[in-house]
């Protein structure tokens, strides 16, 4: 096996997100930020002995290159079934998903060999993957995640006796399986939540496959992946197994005429780096004549090719870790704790990834507001020009209030029983002053926060009051820089 980096047991914190610095051709394929402190015992990744096969090609279409990252860089997070509405990333946000990320996308693009900051560009991923094995934590034996006991844990979870004591401080939710926690959670209590992810980490690294992969990225104009998606629409040509590499016919070169489809070529990458595959590489074995003329990973599927699957099954034999499972801390935490610990999960990482990924906000509260409150007309509507609107409704939806010269409002009040943003678009709110109050500020929404943009002044003034918060709120500025309550 090629010397590994990771080890079972490793804690990061992936509010930090991923290092870029990801780069199989030299050898580097541990991209996890460490915490400053490990929550438990490391324990080096244990080589398997057997070999699998080494598959036809497999082949994922992207629209975007965060999603393409998703699929290339083999990070998975496992959440265990006791995670309520748990949120939905891959790698993809946590390498380029936060505001200034394009500096990250620029390094994975020297890698990859395709320009992932090109917002017109498209993606098709080759593999040809062989998986030997894999290597767990005692957590995670059979693939399910199986939580710490409280007072005894387990002696081969090797928690640190720091990580125990400091997770036995943190806010307990009482008898609520619910998020909407109410008094039960304030923001010291959440800022030792953020402290605990900050030293410890958020996730470990449960387990992990072994084997290879070979892979390619294939960048395209729209135009032409259109052509080649309506091409595979219908399910008839296999993008896995017998049949894909007739994929093949989609890789000639843009640049050669009308029946060039290729805007920029990848290199071909191995995860193991194995010796075998750059003396091949260097040789000229991965050259495809016949349909790219350039390196390529279907040049194995070619008349009279130097390599085969055979080859690859014979020689290509290296071992290296070619997925990553990483499972929430909560699982090393008692349960009634760990469910406030993901609530303030949630909401950090809504907070810096925005919209690249599903926080999967959900609703818990099931009061009908419209009901308990009825009333004759909905929202405001004025016609008329005023630097001042202060208004106090029972019940008032944000996305219901009209103005027709809202850019001269400089003053802007409401005061309600109930407010609420009920759109899943932003609601921008005008005036350089706000404030917002009411008895209930309902913001309940399923899966992402809802949305309100403000002038610079105003979101450096703004107040919001109430008696309950419901829901999640994202509050950002005309430029958006969002900020999550």
């Not at 939580?147 to 400091?166: I, M």
């Not at 050669?256 to 780096?273: A, D, K, M, P, R």
């Not at 034999?317 to 935490?333: G, N, P």
């Not at 950090?348 to 009061?367: L, V």
């Amino acid at each position: 096996m090629i010397d590994s980096d990771f080890s079972i047991g490793f804690s990061t914190n992936l509010i930090n997100g991923l290092n870029p610095n990801w780069k199989p051709q030299a050898g580097l394929l541990n991209i996890l930020y460490p915490a400053e402190q490990q929550a438990m015992a490391l324990k080096p990744v244990e080589p398997i002995a057997q070999r699998g096969s080494w598959s036809y090609p497999t082949i994922t279409l992207h629209e975007t290159a965060l999603d393409l990252l998703d699929e290339l860089i083999p990070y998975q997070v496992i959440n265990p079934s006791s995670d309520i509405d748990a949120p939905s990333f891959g790698a993809g946000p946590l390498l380029g998903g936060a505001t200034g990320s394009r500096p990250s996308l620029e390094m994975l693009s020297k890698t990859i060999g395709v320009d992932l900051a090109r917002t017109d560009l498209r993606y098709a991923l080759v593999k040809l993957e062989r998986v030997d094995g894999a290597d767990n934590h005692a957590s995670a034996v059979g693939g399910i995640l199986v939580h710490a006991r409280p007072r005894q844990p387990d002696p081969q979870y090797g928690l640190s006796t720091e990580f125990t004591s400091a997770s036995t401080k943190l806010r307990h939710a009482g008898r609520s399986r619910l998020q909407d926690y109410g008094d039960q959670l304030n923001k010291d209590d959440a800022s030792k939540v953020l402290d605990s992810f900050r030293e410890f980490g958020t996730h470990y690294v449960s387990a992990v496959e072994l084997g290879d992969t070979i892979l390619q990225v294939f960048a395209y104009l729209p135009e032409q992946f259109a052509k080649l998606k309506l091409a595979y629409a219908d399910g008839n040509n296999p993008l896995s197994g017998p049949g894909s590499q007739n994929f093949v016919q989609f890789t000639t070169d843009r640049a050669t005429g009308i029946f060039g489809y290729v805007e920029q070529y990848g290199g071909v990458i191995c995860l193991s780096n194995s010796t075998i595959f750059n003396s091949t590489l260097r040789d000229g074995d991965w050259l495809d004549a016949l349909w790219s003329h350039k390196n390529s990973v279907f040049s194995l599927f070619n008349v009279n090719a130097r390599l085969s699957l055979v080859n690859l099954q014979q020689e290509f034999t290296e071992q290296a870790v070619v997925a990553v499972h990483l499972a929430s801390l909560s699982v090393m935490i008692e349960q009634k704790r760990g469910l406030i610990w993901q609530r303030i999960f949630k909401g950090a990482m809504a907070q810096k990834y925005r919209t690249t990924i599903q926080p999967n906000f959900s609703i818990y509260d099931q009061r009908d507001f419209v009901r308990m409150l009825p009333q004759d007309t909905a929202g405001i509507t004025s016609f008329i020009a005023t630097p001042t609107v202060n208004v106090y409704k029972a019940r008032l939806d944000l996305a219901d209030v009209q103005l027709v010269a809202a850019g001269e409002v400089q003053n802007f009040v409401l005061l309600t029983n109930v407010l609420s943003a009920g759109t899943n678009t932003t609601i921008q709110v005008p005036g350089k002053k706000v404030h917002l109050f009411g008895q209930v500020l309902d913001m309940r929404v399923q899966g992402q926060p809802r949305s309100i943009s403000l002038a610079d002044d105003a979101f450096d003034s703004l107040q919001l009051g109430c008696d309950e918060f419901l829901g999640a709120l994202a509050i950002q500025r005309v430029a958006p820089a969002p900020a999550i309550a």
